[in-house]
């Protein structure tokens, strides 16, 4: 993957990389880390399906603890071999966390989940409030990309 990301620098046309562990049907839930959400995932499809998915997820849908900035020792290697804008992704929780990515020279910090949870969020740190997000990680949002996603947690997803 660096290799390529030198590749991609050298062309001169991409204006920064965000650096993603990405995803595969051998691997779906490497990007997301945390629990596997298979009951909810499940109760998007057709009846039919539904039990044999949650059969087999088990499977394939392996769980991988969550860290805050889980990716942070990967992009690390990117930071070391680029010198183009970098944007970090993976759990980043906490203001501290992304003041911390950017002194150590990445340009970007994303957010995802945590701005799901609490669209608010950059807001408040901006405010001074330096409370940690209050996504916990569930990924009970990831079966809404069907319904569009949402946080099934915030107070707006409440039907």
Known sequence: SVAVACLLESDGYLDALELTG????????????????IHEMASAFPQPLRLGFKLGAGRFLREYPFEEAYFLPYARQFRDALT?????????????????????????????????????????WEAGERGEALCIHCNKCIPTIYQGTHCVLAPEAVL
């Open 84 to 124: 183009m804008p970098l944007i970090l992704l993976g759990g980043v929780s906490r203001l501290e966390t992304a003041e911390s990515a950017l002194a150590e020279g990445f340009d970007f910090v994303a957010l995802g989940r945590a701005l799901l949870r609490e669209p608010d969020l950059i807001r408040r």
């Open 22 to 37: 990405g995803s595969s049907f051998q691997n779906p839930m490497y990007l997301f880390r945390g629990e596997a959400p």
